[in-house]
T-cell receptor
Framework: GAVVSQHPSRVICKSGTSVKIECRSL??????MFWYRQFPKKSLMLMAT?????????EQGVEKDKFLINHASLTLSTLTVTSAHPEDSSFYIC????????????FGPGTRLTVT | QQQVKQSPQSLIVQKGGISIINCAYE??????FPWYQQFPGKGPALLIA?????SEKKEGRFTISFNKSAKQFSLHIMDSQPGDSATYFC????????????FGTGTKLQVIP
């Protein structure tokens, strides 16, 4: 149980285009999902907290107009990188916290984004 | 105050040995301390977690030791195996559905045969 999927696992896009990453909780409902970015050999950097049915809460320094987050249902959150540039290339990871759970979060397998 | 300091940055242990990773925190409001294991190109996976009302938690070869007064906690991997080679992150958070997790900087563990 407690499986989180991400799609796509890898994506290559051209500079200036937008790319959407999906995060799904497969066997549980999640009011809260989190989006992280991870650079090589570095820790996870929280980008935003996504709450179902409301606007995401972005961390300081994260451009909300560039990284659009939508949490339309209790099992799906999406991250759209708009007008991507090579510096947006990174490993993006989502996690989901089950309903009525104050502690656990389950991570997706990550999405490798390369912007050329 | 939100930081979680983790050491060492990297660790090489022989098969069968004990791997020890240490973390320290400042925020006394933290009440949940998970450890995550991450393999290259994969998302982190919860390994073991502890709450501050206990000083130790053991699951198989993995043990968390927790020192509330010192605001420190550590992960011990007994009988380390090559398959344990991964990056380990300690973390801390305040309980609550919307609360975010603060991660340590990570420790890359290599277990050599």
């Amino acid at each position: 149980g407690a499986v989180v999927s991400q799609h796509p696992s890898r994506v290559i896009c051209k500079s200036g285009t937008s790319v959407k990453i999906e995060c799904r909780s497969l066997d549980f409902q999640a009011t809260t999902m989190f989006w992280y970015r991870q650079f090589p050999k570095k820790s996870l950097m929280l980008m935003a907290t996504s709450n179902e049915g409301s606007k995401a809460t972005y961390e300081q320094g994260v451009e909300k107009d560039k990284f659009l987050i939508n949490h339309a249902s209790l099992t799906l959150s999406t991250l759209t990188v708009t007008s991507a540039h090579p510096e947006d290339s990174s490993f993006y990871i989502c996690s989901a916290r089950p309903l009525a759970d104050d502690y656990e979060q389950y991570f997706g397998p990550g999405t490798r984004l390369t912007v050329t | 105050q939100q930081q979680v300091k983790q050491s060492p940055q990297s660790l090489i242990v022989q098969k069968g040995g004990i791997s020890i990773i240490n973390c320290a925190y400042e925020n006394t409001a933290f009440d949940y301390f998970p450890w995550y294991q991450q393999f290259p190109g994969k998302g982190p996976a919860l390994l073991i977690a502890i709450r501050p009302d206990v000083s130790e938690k053991k699951e198989g070869r993995f043990t968390i030791s927790f020192n509330k007064s010192a605001k420190q906690f550590s992960l011990h991997i007994m009988d380390s195996q090559p398959g344990d080679s991964a990056t380990y992150f300690c973390a801390a958070q305040v309980s609550g559905g919307y609360q975010k997790v603060t991660f340590g900087t990570g420790t890359k563990l290599q277990v050599i045969p």
